[in-house]
């Protein structure tokens, strides 16, 4: 049954519907960004973290990945290379991994240091233990996982190498995961996919976008924002990214957060942020190569 609100009801009302847009506003912060990838320029030192900047608008998501259902084995007979971006000791052998390589558009360091947080939470653990959770939710799917480096310890290897090791195993996609040091009011995930470069990427650029946006739809169906400020919605082509020139297979690299940022931060180093990227990226790989 329907009742008129007298006027002081009413301003009640719109009072209650302001704070709670501003609440939701704020809740849709748990997103990330992207600058230090695999073979590309370094990551900035971190900065100071402001408490909540506004959200980022969210694209319409196909439903192929959202409506993604992890049960059976449908990826029994299936290769997938993941790649946990950097190494714990990057910068005790800094010397070494300043080598340069051939990217297909011109020479980068073989690995970086990655970011980290103001408290020192490092990149390379978030890639990582994601890269596990990741690992676990595709074997249970059928899944034949191949790790590009097999600890959070040591250094390397270097971009060359990671992609390598992908095609060696026959693999069917590359996944090199990631976090990132931005300003610190920037905030959501960005996944980047190769653009054609002549004689690296032509033939797998376009299966490469294909599965870029299967992972952007599921990261969104899982209630993650992308970045306003890197690519669109979500997606970024790159032509000088290493790890992802030097591939041949369909491969992305995923900026799932950004280190210097307050909410991205909490989300990336905790378990429950970690097991909803892996999930995102499973439902992600069902819906490419289902």
């Known amino acids: 049954m329907r009742r008129q609100l007298g006027a002081g009801q009413s301003r009640l009302l719109v009072a209650a519907i302001a704070a709670g847009v501003c609440l939701v506003g704020a809740a849709g912060l748990i997103a990330s960004a992207v600058v230090d990838v695999a073979g590309s320029r370094p990551s900035a030192q971190p900065s100071a973290v402001p408490a909540a900047p506004s959200a980022s608008p969210v694209p319409t998501a196909t439903p192929s990945a959202t409506s993604t259902v992890l049960t059976g084995r449908p990826l029994a ?3 997938v ?4 971006g950097h190494n714990r000791d990057n910068a005790q052998r800094r010397t ?3 080598g340069e390589q051939e990217t297909g558009t011109g020479m980068a360091a073989c690995d970086t240091v990655g970011a980290a947080s103001a408290d020192g939470y490092e990149e390379s653990a978030f890639a990582f233990a994601t ?16 790790l590009t480096r097999r600890t959070q310890s040591g250094a390397g290897p270097c971009f060359a190498e990671r992609a390598a090791i992908a095609e060696r195993e026959g693999a069917d996609v590359l996944l090199s995961l990631h976090a990132e040091g ?3 009011d920037e905030a959501g995930f960005t996944v980047l996919r190769p653009g054609p470069v002549p004689r690296y990427t032509e033939d797998i650029a376009e299966a490469s976008g294909r599965l870029g946006r299967a992972v952007r739809d599921a990261l969104v169906g899982e209630g993650l ?3 306003p400020a890197r690519g669109q919605d ?3 082509l790159r032509t000088d990214v290493g790890v992802l020139n030097r591939s041949d297979v369909p491969a992305v690299l995923i900026s799932a957060g950004n280190l210097h940022h307050a909410q991205d931060v909490e989300r990336l180093r905790s378990g429950a942020g970690q097991e909803l ?4 990226l499973a439902k992600a790989v069902v819906a490419y190569l289902g």
């Open 77 to 79: 007979g299936r290769t």
């Open 81 to 84: 290379a993941v790649d946990p």
């Open 96 to 98: 070494v991994l300043a």
């Open 131 to 146: 890269a596990r959770a990741l690992q676990r939710r595709l074997e249970a799917l059928g899944a034949r996982v191949v």
């Open 182 to 184: 931005l300003p610190a």
């Open 225 to 227: 924002a992308p970045s």
């Open 234 to 236: 979500g997606l970024l």
């Open 277 to 280: 990227v892996a999930l995102a």
